[in-house]
């Protein structure tokens, strides 16, 4: 069957099994060529395998939760939004949470996830106290700091090809209420954009939004948006009573046929004036649930369907701090040349981080949107060489369309992960249509 | 505190109505073979609705043993579904009558003989809810399974006549129809989408039902058109028919 990530491209024909127990997964597994694969919001082809791509949805169970040190063992198919759902009534939420609720504990694993906190928290990594994986002969292995130390570092960011997760304990961190203090901050440039960020390592959260149609002397011109956990005495009265309740939200659904045309270098930037305006108008303090902070998009279902047929790409890289400001510019200033405007362009400042192969490391991280046409992917070949020229390097669970000649030069912790992966046969019995691209 | 007895645990459509009652506060029996497979069930829904789960060893086709599994419960459950069920393949069906009466004492005889016993205790006691998911197949026989098909039929009459018996004593029996659904008994099968429900929408149903007192169900609104529509038409038109 035609499968893709979230962002709709590629579309690859896989053989897509579902199995339901540890026996049916292990025979799946020993056939080869095996991705494990959780609720398909990475973008590109990180979840997909020509011949052998494994649905975990049948593994989806909660199995503990230690209410004293906050840790829950679960299965990888288990989704965040219900861990969320199960857990922040009782005062408990994740210590790291990607963009959206809808990905699998497995996902975040192997793509080593971080969000608007990773300054102060790191990633999700230092909250897996271990992980049980199936492995390349079948065995099922735990590994933490303790055990197999080297399977659990590569696992932890090595996109699902050391095995397959099956079992996990993280731990959650206590709250007192759904909700966050957000201060938004205005931006004219992107070296202000910068300095805010400098300025703000104390905050728990921040992120900034970038118009990235500005050239100029507003290229980079942003809001920057903190946040801190608000405390049930200060939320809003008629939520006082039940201060861990979502309020409800009506969601939103786009059409299966939302014309590819509607999204415009015109309506783009109608969008990104507007909401620049709207931010800078109400930029005092405001309360935001923990919903709307966090997930801001999934409260519209299929959003990733107004990129028309054809899908989008994702582009994400993290710069050096040293380079940060050199590359930003560039890589702002080549699209804002290009007028493909990203609708959808976020920075984010990153903490130092030591890992085997995760994403993250200290700099600035920078994600823009594009829909696939001729014009976009020759921009993003172009951001691609910016990005390695200026030392930075690639987040594979948004990667759709990368060449293995820039994905080498970007990264030179390749030939340590092949050479593990060889050592443990893992590289044959493990692979992603994106790992055959990217040679790893 | 009201509880509720799951029969067939297995299927995906019982795990689903664990689910969706565990949510409204019910306590949850699930009874069915080699329970030790479903721990995993009872960790995740006590963690999800923070109710108490506990396990039964059942098997529907042991029919002897059925007095004696509803005496050992420590709960006599205020509502019961009984999701056992097993379809096999029309084609062994044909050829193995071993294979067709394994069909038939699973969907007929097996889960007629534990709701009878049930039902009887309900009657004593003068209320509960009995649930029997039975099938569109058993609305008319068609070729391609109708083994399975006739003994939802009868399971389907069953229901009826129990129903019919209990009304004035306070028990309310619900026949579930659920046209296809996405489970391990359709796996593999190529099923219209529009047509298909997930297990979730049928234990949405079965909860509406239960509150509701309802008496027969289909999960999706289109089938008891279909279903019209499949009963009316000519026997001499029907049996030229590839359905």
Partial sequence: MMLSGWGRYPRIDTKLSAPRNIEALRKKVLKGYAIARGNGRSYGDSAISAQNTIHMKHFNRMLAFD?????LVAEAGVLLADIISTFLPRGWFPFVTPGTKFVTLGGMIAADVHGKNHHKDGSFAQYVDWIEILTCEGEIQRCSLNENLELFEWTLGGMGLTGIVIRAAIRLRPINSAW??????????????????????????????????????????????LGEHAEAESIPLKHKKQPLQLPFKRKLRIPIKFPSWALNS?????????????????????????????FPLDTIIGWNKIYGRRGFA?????????????????????TANAGAGSFLAVLKRLGTQKSRFSFPMEGYTLALDFPINRKTLALMEQLDRITVQHGGHFYLAKDSRMSREIFQKSESRVSDYLSYRTDQVSSKVFESAQSKRLGL | MNNILILGAHSDIAIAVAHRFAE???????????????????????????????????DALDTTSHSYFVEQLTILPNITVCAVGYMGVQAENEREIKEASLVIRSNY???????????????ARGCGCLVGISSVAGERGRASNYVYGSAKAGFTAFLSGLRN???????????????????????????PKKLTAQPKEVANAIFNAVQKKQNIIYTRPVWRFIMIIIRNIPEQIFKRLKL
């Fill in chain 1, 314 to 334: 994702q582009f994400q890289c993290v710069l050096p701090i040293k380079n940060s400001n050199d590359g930003l510019r560039a890589l702002l200033s080549a």
């Fill in chain 2, 109 to 123: 005889e097996g889960p007629v003989s534990i709701l009878s016993v049930l039902a009887n205790c309900f009657e």
């Fill in chain 1, 180 to 225: 966050i203090k957000q201060s938004t901050l205005v931006a004219k440039n992107i070296s202000q954009t910068i300095e805010l960020f400098e300025q703000s390592h104390d905050a728990s959260y921040s992120v900034a939004w970038i118009d990235c149609l500005q050239h100029g002397k507003s290229l980079g011109r942003s809001l920057v948006m």
């Fill in chain 2, 24 to 58: 409204a506060g019910y306590q949850i029996q699930l009874a069915a073979r080699n329970i030790n497979n479903l721990a995993a069930d009872k960790s995740d829904i006590e963690l999800r609705h923070q109710v108490n789960v506990t396990l039964h060893e059942f």
């Fill in chain 1, 67 to 71: 209410t004293q040190h906050g840790q």
């Fill in chain 1, 266 to 294: 015109l309506s783009v930037r109608a969008f990104n004036a507007f909401y620049y305006w709207n931010g800078k108008r109400n930029h005092q303090k405001k309360l935001v649930d923990l919903d709307s902070y966090f």
């Fill in chain 2, 165 to 191: 018996r209990l009304a004035k004593k306070g028990v309310h029996v619900v026949t579930v129809l659920p046209g296809f659904v996405t489970t391990k008994m359709t796996e593999g099968m190529d099923l």
